[in-house]
């Protein structure tokens, strides 16, 4: 099969067309002939060599594809040749066949094309792990969410209102209108005001915060929740380290939580796929959750794509088509 591999850690170019041995099959596995792949931060950590793969799983990037079953395992049930499909996988997006577990896929509506579903697993599992096994959202409650018009982001926004809740956003000014073509009741630009200031007199206070930034927020996040207030940590784009106020996370009696999705457990991801399905897919097959797709390019496009997402153009997924 043909894939796209890491030569070496480092920029962009270090990228490189492959060819591989087609993958053997477990038990409770599908081989999908991939039409498209989505990118995602992840891919660029393990390219800088910041965020190896675990060991049990491919050294090929790419973790959400979107595409054809063509091959299957001999317990899977429930699946069938030519299935169109979507799914989160260990590894492995980065090629023209991929490898997924049966309890993972996720089946497209008639109407879904293969570039928009290829933008749903990981943006979508990871916010609603976020905002409801994480931080359990509850109606009418305020979540603050950074990196508004990320495609976790814009995500995130669109499942917190389907749960009423009130969504604030943190965007570039320029961004704001894609915030709020997702739901966001307010946006603000992060560059120009201080998100904190704008919580403080506007809302008192936040339930949820969703934070990808790390240090350079985390003072502000904690000054911004309510009293039970909980933040979950996604990301850390501005860095390790920042002095954390114990005292308003006493008083305050708050909750601080980090996950990542990749390292989690093959039982817990599937529990999480299928619960996340369980009430969204009605809504994808409705049109009332739509992921936003930034672009889309040829997969030989590939080193271009990772340059865009690192100079923070896109808003939305980065979506390569293959073939």
């Not at 207030?229 to 009696?253: A, F």
Request: proline letters at 4%; charged letters at 20%; aromatic letters at 6%.
């Amino acid at each position: 099969m043909k894939v796209i591999e890491i030569s070496t850690a480092g920029a962009p170019e270090v990228l490189r067309f492959a060819e591989r041995a087609r993958p053997e099959l477990g038990k409770k596995e599908v081989l999908i002939k991939v039409a498209a792949f989505a990118l995602n931060r992840a891919d660029i950590m393990q390219r800088k060599g910041l965020y190896p793969p675990p060991t049990s799983d491919s050294d090929i990037p790419g973790l959400e594809v979107a595409g054809t079953i063509i091959e299957m395992g001999s317990a899977v049930a429930g699946h069938s040749i030519g299935d169109r499909v979507c799914a989160l996988v260990n590894g492995g997006g980065y090629a023209d066949e991929c490898v997924a577990h049966a309890d993972m896929l996720i089946p497209l509506p008639s109407n879904m094309e293969m570039t928009t579903a290829a933008a749903i697993p990981e943006a979508y599992m990871t916010a609603w792990q976020a905002l409801h096994w994480l931080a359990n959202l509850q109606k009418e409650e305020k979540v603050l969410i950074h990196a508004g018009a990320s495609s976790v982001g814009l995500a995130a926004t669109q499942l917190a209102k389907d749960a009423r809740a009130t969504v604030i956003t943190t965007a570039s000014d320029a961004k704001h209108t894609i915030c709020q073509d997702a739901g966001a009741d307010h946006c603000i630009d992060y560059q120009n005001e201080s998100f904190a200031g704008v919580i403080k007199d506007k809302y008192g206070g936040v339930n949820v915060i969703i934070d990808f930034v790390g240090a350079g927020y985390l003072g502000d996040n904690v000054k911004s929740l309510s009293p039970d207030g909980r933040m979950v940590i996604l990301g850390l784009m501005g860095g390790l380290t920042e002095e954390l106020h114990l005292g308003h996370v006493l008083m305050k009696r708050l909750k601080i939580m980090g996950s990542t999705l990749r390292a989690r457990s093959q039982d817990y991801k599937i529990r999480l796929c299928q619960d996340f399905w369980e009430h969204c897919g009605p809504l994808f097959a409705t049109g009332a959750l739509t992921p936003r797709v930034d672009r889309v390019l040829p997969w030989d496009q590939i080193v271009e794509a990772h340059h865009v997402m690192e100079r923070n153009e896109n808003a939305g997924k980065i979506v390569m088509t293959v073939g």
